[in-house]
């Protein structure tokens, strides 16, 4: 599952990379691929814990 977030990152990167190289670029294509790269950066966010979560475990 660790790697499905890597690959989404990619995968969104490569996509949006193409979309931008042409000398017609295609918005739609870049468009989805800015969706799939901010998915696997939201779902790996979503793993690391707050700092302020650590700071109170710490206190207690």
């Keep these: ?3 499905l977030n890597y690959i989404l990152i990619l995968l969104g990167a ?3 990379m193409y979309a931008k190289a042409g ?3 295609n918005q ?3 468009i989805a691929g800015i ?3 901010m998915i696997g ?3 790996i966010a979503r793993t690391i814990p707050s700092r302020r ?3 109170q475990e710490e206190d207690n």
Excluded: S
């Design 23 to 25: 000398e017609e670029q």
């Design 14 to 16: 490569i996509i949006a």
């Design 28 to 30: 739609y294509i870049l």
């Design 35 to 37: 969706v799939v790269l």
């Design 41 to 43: 950066v939201y779902r």
């Design 53 to 55: 979560d650590n700071e």
């Design 1 to 3: 599952m660790k790697y």
